[in-house]
């Protein structure tokens, strides 16, 4: 994902960072499906398609105009659609490039329903996908108690008036800060990771586990305390990660190593293909 928008092959396909999420170049996506000679004139025909089909909300909502550089080495403002705006927009081109991606999305699309009847389909897929990855067994188990656990908590914190996003944002980095001394930003740089790729899944066996004691540690409290709001549940989750810090330190002297280091689950992954499209 550096340079190129993985469901592509060898295709460029310029992206940026804003608000979260991946912003991808819409013209980029065109060229890549349809290998149209104006690429910029097809997608300006494409949105007239669909205005006169009555998609011109959709399409307000998809849209987002951001600066992209292009190949004079400066940047423009450009059309630009996050990963489910592409994605809807992908259904709108008829090109023989885009049916595998369409039947991609029909498959996903019956699984998703299939997962919301029976939710353990969801678990045995999601082991599925880290076993293609690389991972191993071991650290599948240990991911899915996490999981287990992380839900928990969240659904603690709901309960209890916290969020979601900015609070719960907060609150897991103080479990981080008091448990680790990082924030999910700092603990992110040290694995070499961007904002957008998931800590947990670069974290070794050993970290997931403390990470798992901390977070198990904090429903408990929050039980304990009967804690409201964020505040009261901000003391908690503190107290958790120094029960966290403590079993960390323990486990670092017995070992005469740190526990948190570069090494990162995700490097072992970084060539392989998550998403198969045939």
Known sequence: MNNKLALFEEKGIRKTWENNKWYFSIVDVIYA???????????????????????DME????????????????????????????????????????EPFKRWLAKVGSERIEEISNPELAMDRMKQIYEKKGYSKSWIEQRERGITTRHNLTDEWKERGAKVGKDYAILTNEIYKSGFGLTAKEYKSIKGLHES???????TN??????????ATAVEYHKKNNSLGVKE????????GNVLNKAKTEIENELERPIVTTENYIELTKDKELIDIK
């Open 59 to 98: 399409l307000y909502e998809i849209i987002v105009q951001l600066k992209l550089e292009s190949s004079d080495g400066k940047k423009y403002k450009t059309d630009c659609a996050d990963t489910e705006g592409i994605l809807r927009i992908i259904q709108s081109i008829p090109s023989p490039k885009a």
């Open 197 to 203: 790729q998931n800590l947990r899944d670069s974290m």
């Open 233 to 240: 549940l901000k003391i908690d989750v503190n107290k958790a």
């Open 206 to 215: 050993l970290e997931l586990a403390l990470t798992n004691l901390g977070e």
């Open 33 to 55: 499906l349809t290998d149209s000679n104006n690429p910029r004139r097809y997608w300006s025909d494409l949105k007239i398609k669909l205005k006169n089909e009555g998609y």
